[in-house]
């Protein structure tokens, strides 16, 4: 069977939507166009009427009690910026530090960093090797004075999964605000925020085959009612949390895309596993010097981040063009730097270029999985055939035993 | 990011990609760059007893740029003088190559290995030189 291309193997950037959540969303654009916020007509209502729907359906995805615990957002990164900004801003009299990790999104670092100029003292935890953190690390960097804790539930290169629900029980015990950026492990890993303990936890449509440009963040209303300040001011739509007219048809979408989730999940995963672990297998049983970065088992199931030593990760894409991945080379950011991530779990600069993350999902085909890998190892051995770094290896030279000029 | 139609040739159609005996009295040998910062660089001439570079061969760890940039340095100071092919300057490979400004480091980096070849060929002369006068 011949394959199309080209093969979209980056689902961490973003999927494509299934079929069946468009066609839910098709009527919210026409038929029913209403407002939301419409209280007088029956345009109104009925929009007002498949939201409130949604927030059912995406509480109960997550486990939340009730919908009137969803607030509606943009995307991700608006809901992070509205957990951190907002929940600083209404707890700090209680104190002025917030603990996260150095793996996490830029939108949880930059609302930190915002918020450092406004005097509030940041803690950023290491994490192991492994791209995880270890509760115990985040005990003990708790004084008096935090009042937030941010941890996201699987970090989107290297797929890590972290503790949540041992942090959950840390921070509840301490009367801490959790808060769980859970874009790219939801749906995948289990995560439900009462049983893990969550107050605030952020997420979006279009990781999970729904809508880009809607996502939400569940605030927790009992045991503790978590409380926030608002950033984006305006109609007081959203309980007063977030000022905007509801995306109607994005709502409407992304529940259908998590309630889809939320009964094919447990099947879909085990499928794309499997492919995720034959793509795995086939690489390391083709080449050598091939390294897995993130931790083997506690990793999501559609993740696969792997370093080819010797082979810088920009020639590698650009040599298998037809197939969408992305990699921690610093040659795909703009600032020459290697991934941030990467460097965190102390990987050498040079494997940290030769990373490649493929990322699997719903449509990708077993087909698919055995031409990318096919692929990439006709195309890294080519590309080692090129490398002096890999001839200086060949003949037993150490590479860190050289005096390299760094420029 | 797009690449350019030449960048995209060389980089599938390498030239002169391989090694040269750096034992060789006739062969310089450039090693630049460092795996750290994501690109290296060998570059190697082969110098007949008139000064011309009668062969040239690279090995790059590099994005596509870099490789595009080894292979054209390399096809361009094959045939030259070794003094001509010192003169020759990154902005040459980025123009022909049409790199865009993040990618200029590639160009510089082929510069620098044909100058450091250049160097290391002229080094082991000198030497040489100074052995037979005893």
Redesign the interface.
Same mark, same amino acid.
Do not use: K
């Given at each position: 069977m011949t394959v199309k291309l080209p093969i979209y193997m980056d689902y961490h950037a973003t999927t494509p939507m299934d079929p069946r959540v468009l066609k839910t969303m098709l009527p919210y654009f026409n038929d029913s166009f209403g407002n939301a916020a419409s209280r007088t007509h029956s345009f109104g209502w009925t929009a007002d009427a498949a939201v409130e729907k949604s927030r059912e359906t995406i509480a109960e995805f997550i486990g939340a009690k009730s919908g009137k615990e969803i607030v509606f957002t943009s995307g991700a990164t608006e809901s992070d910026n509205l957990a951190i900004k907002g929940a600083a801003e209404y707890y700090q009299s209680r104190g002025k530090h917030i603990i996260t990790t150095v793996i996490e999104h830029k939108a949880i670092h930059d609302s930190c960093k915002r918020l450092a100029k406004q005097g509030f003292d940041i803690t950023y935890l290491p994490v192991g090797e492994n791209g995880v953190l270890d509760p115990e690390v985040l005990r003990a960097a708790i004084t008096d004075q935090t009042i937030l804790v941010s941890v996201m539930l699987a970090n989107n290169e290297v797929g890590a999964i972290q503790p949540i629900a041992e942090i959950g029980k840390i921070t509840s015990e301490k009367k801490i605000v959790f808060h769980v950026d859970a874009v790219q492990g939801v749906g995948k890993t289990p995560f439900n925020v009462e049983e893990m303990n969550v107050d605030l936890a952020s997420i979006t449509a279009h990781k999970i085959y729904g809508p880009k440009g809607v996502g939400a963040l569940y605030v927790r209303r009992s045991k503790p009612r978590i409380r926030l300040v608002a950033q984006m001011d305006g109609g007081g739509h959203e309980r007063g949390n977030r000022s905007g007219t509801l995306n109607v048809p994005g709502i409407v979408g992304f529940a259908k895309a998590c309630e889809i989730m939320h009964h094919e999940g447990a099947e879909e995963n085990e499928r794309i596993l499997k492919l995720r672990n034959r793509l795995h297998a086939k690489i390391t049983d083709a080449l050598d010097e091939t390294k897995l970065n993130g931790d083997e088992k506690k990793r999501l199931i559609s993740n696969l981040n792997v370093s080819f030593a010797?082979? =810088?990760g =920009?020639?590698l894409m650009?040599a298998i063009k037809d197939v969408a991945v992305s990699s921690g080379?610093?040659?795909?950011s703009?600032s /020459?730097e290697?991934s941030y991530v990467l460097r965190a779990m102390g990987l050498? =600069?040079?494997l940290a270029?030769s990373s490649i993350r493929f990322g699997l999902g719903r449509f990708t085909t077993e087909e698919e999985v055995d031409y990318v890998a096919d692929l990439v190892i006709k195309k890294v051995k080519v590309l080692r055939?090129?490398?002096? /770094?890999?001839?200086m290896f060949q003949e037993g030279i150490d590479?860190k035993s050289i005096e390299?000029?760094?420029? | 990011m797009a690449y350019s139609d030449k960048v995209i040739e060389h980089y599938e159609n390498p030239l002169n990609v391989g090694t040269l005996d750096k034992a060789d009295d006739n062969v310089g040998t450039g090693l630049v760059g460092a795996p750290a910062c994501g690109d290296v660089m060998r570059l190697q001439i082969r110098v007949d007893d008139a000064g011309v570079i009668q062969d040239a061969k690279f090995k790059t760890f590099g994005c596509g740029s870099a490789i595009a940039s080894s292979s054209l340095a390399t096809e361009w100071i094959k045939g030259r003088t070794v003094d001509e092919a010192a003169a020759l300057q990154n902005s040459e490979i980025a123009a022909e190559l049409s790199l865009p400004p993040v990618k200029i480091h590639c160009s510089v980096l082929a510069e620098d290995a044909v100058k450091s070849a250049i160097e290391d060929y002229k080094q082991k002369k000198v030497t040489r030189e100074a052995l037979a006068k005893g």
């Open positions: 010797f082979v =810088e =920009e020639a650009m080379s610093a040659c795909t703009a /020459l290697p050498d =600069e040079d270029h055939d090129m490398s002096p /770094l890999y001839e590479i390299w000029a760094a420029h | -």
